[in-house]
């Protein structure tokens, strides 16, 4: 997008709680059951590393914005979460974990294949013998849109409305999504840019960080991941 700086700012740390998807719950249940450490890359507002902690997990963080890792701190427990600010595909924290983990398609702000690989060799280093790294990720269906790009109407109510506005390039696997809403307060953007990629492509990244797939599903519960899934859930573990 023109003009476009990716930027998880003051108004995106203020607003971002307010799309929470529901499986939340479920998330921290599953990531629960890998041991009593972790490392969350791109930790932001808390919305995983706070719930996840009152379980019973010590949970570090990684995040980039200061602005989210504000909002957090406010939070009830927040304050004694250890976050190392920086960019999760480089910065470490010099300790290991049971788990590292990055959810909601987070692995896609990393724009180039180079840094997403960077990621997976970070994550490993963080990983304590029998740790794993746990992703999740949508999967790419943009390609078989027609040209590429397209409108899908995300909310519709009397006094507001709400677009995803969005142009997929296969050759960069660029996607760049802007979240366009409308209402009697004005008009508000969401722009995020994002690369996609496949799940093939993060398991020959793994390989790289010298790490291998032990599962991958298509949902927290341990639904099978199919062809009709809409995203991934894949564990990695150190490679033999």
């Not at 999740?136 to 943009?142: C, F, N």
Request: proline share 5%; charged share 25%.
């Amino acid at each position: 997008m023109k003009g476009f700086n990716p930027s998880f700012g003051p108004e995106t740390a203020r607003t971002y709680d307010n799309s929470l998807r529901g499986d939340e719950a479920d998330t921290v249940r599953f990531l629960a059951g890998f041991g009593k450490s972790a490392l969350e890359f791109a930790i932001g507002t808390g919305r995983i590393a706070l719930p996840l902690t009152e379980s019973g997990v010590a949970v570090d963080g990684i995040e980039l914005s200061p602005d989210m890792v504000a909002r957090m701190r406010e939070k009830p427990g927040g304050a004694d979460i250890d976050v190392t600010i920086g960019d999760m595909s480089r910065v470490g924290t010099d300790r290991t974990y049971d788990l590292v983990y990055l959810v909601y398609n987070t692995i896609c702000n990393l724009l180039t294949q180079d840094d997403q690989v960077r990621c997976f060799e970070n994550a490993a280093r963080h990983l304590a013998p029998g740790g794993v790294f746990v992703i999740e990720s949508g999967l790419p269906g943009w390609a078989a849109r027609p040209r590429h790009q397209f409108i899908d109407v995300e909310t519709l109510e009397i006094d507001r409305v709400g677009f995803d506005v969005n142009r997929y390039d296969p050759v960069t696997q660029m996607l760049d999504e802007n979240h366009v809403e409308i209402s009697a307060d004005g008009i508000r953007f969401g722009p995020i840019r994002q690369r996609l990629t496949y799940p093939a492509e993060f398991d020959l990244m793994a390989r790289i960080a010298g790490l291998r797939l032990r599962d991958r599903w298509g949902g927290w519960n341990g639904e099978e991941f199919t062809a009709g899934s809409r995203r991934h859930i894949s564990v990695y573990e150190a490679g033999a």
